[in-house]
Nanobody, 126 residues
Framework: QVQLVESGGGLVQAGGSLRLSCAASGRAFSTYAMGWFRQAPGKEREFIAAVSWSGISTYYADSVKGRFTISRDNAKNTVYLQMNSLKPEDTAVYYC???????????????????WGQGTLVTVSS
């Protein structure tokens, strides 16, 4: 099983950008689909984006499509979330997750994914 550590969160003004990273340790990172989720105060954790083990296929929630980009570097055991045109409603704790499922299923399987990071806080000011 992989262990995941997120970084890159912080405070940014609306319209700005941030890049989150999720470093994985453990074996066989390249066999896992990877995803990003977020949880705002008082709300449920929601799916944001997922990438297949190869990095070829990506999937996004409608709320971030066109603004966020997920990518991975299997040589560095790292997955990224580039966030552009940030809005105050993007404020949340962002989590990465790993599972040996299909990337397009990570959203519906969020309660059963293999591994989660501890989260990184993103705050977008208006």
């Amino acid at each position: 099983q992989v262990q995941l550590v997120e970084s890159g969160g912080g405070l940014v003004q609306a319209g700005g950008s941030l890049r989150l990273s999720c470093a994985a340790s453990g074996r066989a990172f390249s066999t896992y689909a990877m995803g990003w989720f977020r949880q705002a105060p008082g709300k449920e954790r929601e799916f944001i984006a997922a990438v297949s083990w190869s990095g070829i296929s990506t999937y996004y929630a409608d709320s971030v499509k066109g603004r966020f980009t997920i990518s991975r570097d299997n040589a560095k055991n790292t997955v990224y979330l580039q966030m552009n045109s940030l809005k105050p409603e993007d404020t949340a704790v962002y989590y990465c997750a790993a599972d040996r499922t299909y990337a397009q299923d990570m959203g519906v399987m969020k309660d059963a994914l293999d591994a989660w990071g501890q989260g990184t806080l993103v705050t977008v000011s208006s």
